[in-house]
């Protein structure tokens, strides 16, 4: 495959996190394939609930037109919440992912049942409305927090870490179910060591997205621009939105 580019957008604007979610990104990606790993100006240093959500959403937006206007390939919404998803579609030319879809994708292929594991509990409604939307529900035997915030992810400490092998290990105790989808894009780089350890496909969203990606600029496939997914309709836009069409 000729060489491509994948914009990779961590929404919310913690640079820590945002080179974890790259590395991961490129620990996945094919040889043509040049990870272009982006945040917000501005926003919310983490996501963890509906406000911060709406706030970033604003933000994935302005990296999708950048990304656009750098002639990017493809792009990956690289947040548990999947915020500004179809509202980024509506901008891009090229696909856009979402890690919750593309984990939740991947886990549907290789068991019948999964577990999510994500961080703080108010989030996990988030990830409730997600499987309703994206159809899972009937996939999803059950969703854990890990009870600490996105950036516990971040702070050197490796409590986070810890706290996620051991609610992955009682998961697979509790639920019954045959994979687990990572609930952070802040938990990338944990996928692989613990695929091996628990024997059990431990499904990270970005290098999930990322391959989806792939695989939709391999296919020729771009975000429909027919109907609801159509460039949005011109207007003009006041304030601080004035040119993020
Ligand atoms: C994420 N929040 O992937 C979500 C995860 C979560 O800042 N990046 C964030 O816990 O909802």
Do not use: W
Not at 56 to 67: R, S
Not at 153 to 160: F, H, I, R, T
Not at 212 to 221: F, I, K, P, Q
Not at 232 to 241: R, W
Request: hydrophobic letters at 45%; one cysteine or more; aromatic letters at 2%.
């Amino acid at each position: 495959m000729a060489g491509i580019c994948i914009q990779v957008i961590n929404p919310n604007t913690s640079q820590g996190m945002t080179q974890t979610i790259g590395d991961a990104a490129r620990a996945v990606a094919a040889p043509g394939t040049d990870i272009l790993a982006v945040c917000p100006t501005q926003g919310v240093p983490s996501i963890e609930g509906h406000f911060d959500e709406a706030i970033a959403a604003i933000g994935v937006l302005e990296q999708i037109k950048a990304g656009r206007q750098q002639g990017v390939d493809g792009h990956v919404i690289a947040c548990f919440g999947d915020p500004g998803l179809l509202a980024a579609r509506e901008l891009a030319q090229g696909p856009v992912v979402g890690i919750a879809e593309a984990a939740m994708h991947m886990a549907t292929l290789v068991a019948t049942r999964f577990s999510i594991v994500t961080t703080l509990p108010r989030t996990l409604i988030i990830a409730r409305h997600l499987l309703r939307q994206y159809g899972f529900e009937a996939h999803c035997a059950a969703l854990h927090a890990i009870d600490l915030p996105v950036l516990a992810l971040e702070d050197g400490s490796g409590l986070a870490q810890e706290r996620v092998r051991a609610r992955c290990i009682q998961a697979l105790k509790e639920d019954g179910s045959g994979a687990i989808v990572l609930g952070c894009g802040g938990m990338a780089t944990l996928a692989q060591e613990l695929t091996h350890e628990l024997q059990v496909p431990v499904i990270d969203g970005v290098s999930a997205a990322v391959k989806m990606v792939e695989s939709l600029v391999a296919l020729g496939l771009g975000t429909s621009k027919r109907g609801d997914l159509a460039f949005p309709e011109a207007k003009a836009l006041s304030g601080q939105f004035h040119n993020l069409m």
